[in-house]
């Protein structure tokens, strides 16, 4: 899955730091998560020196939108 990412032409999240020191996290061109201040510099930090994908992972797991991959395994068999 990381070269299916790695290379796509329009990576699924992109992220913009206002003047408020505020970061906007979008998905496609809907805003999905706004992090205040406070949040927007530990979240700088973590983006030091990673890759793309990095990035990517960082992003979805800060707005919640990636699985954990045990969804199966948890629902009730019949």
Request: aromatic share 8%; charged share 30%; net charge positive.
């Amino acid at each position: 899955m990381k070269d299916k990412i790695e290379n796509l032409p329009n990576p699924p999240f992109e992220f913009k730091i206002t003047k408020q020191n505020k970061t906007l996290i979008y998905r496609g061109s809907k805003l999905v998560k706004t992090l205040s201040p406070n949040k927007t510099a530990a979240f700088q930090s973590k983006l030091v020196g990673k890759s793309n994908f990095e990035v990517q992972m960082i992003l979805a797991k800060v707005t919640g939108a990636y699985k954990f991959g045990n969804e199966k395994a948890n629902r009730e068999k019949d």
